[in-house]
């Protein structure tokens, strides 16, 4: 087993785990095998972990292991809808753009290169203000921040391939731009995207963190680790630390996981070529 292997096996390892966990905790809890992650009533508050409750609670008395497991399919869901609808958007537009050239081309560029040019998490953020906050929301935003890159990508291989002896002969034999697009330069630019897709995931689950952590994205009733980060800030320096430790940890571990399985799809198609 080579390096590229190993790397994408061990991240699509620990995708899949929060898969399973994103499908099974809200199931379980349904059931009633798992407390409920909004309700401490009857739970003191800033428990540590114990039998009980093996990762704590927090200052409303809500049992962070659960809060923290049920995070995984919030995270999953907008994180991976962002990335959806940001492919498709980006590819079609970038496809477009770099195969008619002209002057859509130059207005489109420019849109995208102005917000390329904003920081990811700047972008994010005023966008999440503007829009609300709400699961639909947070990933609209993302989506938003990520377009350009797809744009960016999509629009320059686009514009070499175009170029091609075989799209010229494809062009002289009548083939109109749909047919072209769709025979030819679709599948040349799309097998660049499955690299972008898993590190733009792993970036998005730390931007989605951090709209938490400022008091955007979702609702603080949905469980989110950067929104229970934000809730632990006060409390880490008197010693409760494992209201921060355990969302602080899980989130860490999905970014490894996607950033892992992204490495080692660059080093297969990097070989490959």
Not at 15 to 24: E, Q, S
Not at 236 to 265: D, N
Request: charge should be neutral.
């Amino acid at each position: 087993m080579n390096l590229s292997q190993r790397l994408a096996g061990c991240g699509a390892f620990i995708l899949f785990v929060y898969m399973g966990v994103a499908i099974l905790v809200p199931l379980i809890t349904a059931l009633g095998y798992l407390p409920d992650p909004n309700s401490g009533l009857d739970n003191p508050i800033y428990a540590p972990p114990s039998f009980d409750h093996w990762c704590g609670t927090d200052r409303l008395g809500r049992d962070v292991c659960v809060r923290t497991l049920q995070a995984s399919g919030v995270a999953l869901q907008i994180v991976f809808f962002a990335i959806f609808l940001g492919v498709l958007l980006g590819v079609p537009i970038g496809i477009l753009s770099g195969y008619l050239g002209g002057g859509l081309d130059r207005c489109l560029v420019l849109i995208m290169d102005t917000l390329y040019s904003v920081p990811v998490l700047l972008l994010s953020v005023v966008l999440a203000f503007l829009l609300g906050r709400g699961i639909l929301n947070a990933a609209v935003a993302l989506c938003v921040v990520y377009v350009p890159q797809y744009f960016r990508v999509v629009r320059n291989q686009t514009a070499q391939v175009k170029s091609e002896l075989y799209i010229e002969a494809a062009k002289s034999m009548g083939a109109g731009p749909l047919w072209i697009i769709r025979k030819y330069l679709f599948r040349n630019v799309i097998t660049s995207l499955p690299v972008l897709l898993t590190l733009n995931a792993a970036d998005a689950v730390l931007v989605l963190g951090g709209l938490g952590f400022l008091g955007l994205g979702v609702p603080e009733s949905v469980p989110e680790w950067g929104s229970d980060l934000h809730m632990a800030l006060s409390a880490v320096p008197t010693g409760i630390w494992w209201t921060a430790l355990y969302p602080g940890f899980a989130m860490f571990g999905l970014v490894l996981g996607l950033s892992l399985l992204g490495e080692g799809l660059e080093i297969f198609i990097t070989d490959r070529k």
